[in-house]
Each structure stands twice: as C-alpha cells, then as structure tokens.
C-alpha cells in the first residue's frame, strides 16, 4: 500500500476507500474515508462517499 509509505497521505486513503466503495464493501470503505476525514475534515467528497455507503450497510438490531 503507499499509505505505509506515508501514514498522512489523505488522498491515498481516499481513493482506497473508493476502490472498496465500488467492490461493495462498504465497511471498509468508510474506515477509509474516516482516515481522510481525521486528515483533512474540510474533504467534503470523503464526507458524501461515507453517507453513500453508511446508506447501504444494514443497519443492526436496535438502531433507529
């Protein structure tokens, strides 16, 4: 990964997330796109990826 090359790589991060994005894995999608948002909370893209795939993880037992 290039993110173990530089841990503050914000846009490495991102687009991990996107990749995981479109192989429907959102889980990890959006343990990536927080890793953006704790580097750069102005990225409004990692925000709206992360409502996107927060709209398609089931939601669990006892959450509104």
């Known amino acids: 990964h ?3 090359i530089n841990r503050n790589n914000e846009v490495a991060y991102f687009q991990i997330g ?5 192989a429907n894995q959102s889980m990890n999608a959006i343990d990536y796109f927080n890793k953006t948002i704790a580097l750069n909370r102005s990225n409004i893209e990692a925000y709206y990826n992360k409502g996107i795939c927060l709209i398609k993880v089931p939601k669990r037992v006892g959450q509104p």
Do not use: N
């Open 18 to 22: 996107i990749l995981y994005m479109k």
């Open 2 to 4: 290039c993110v173990d």
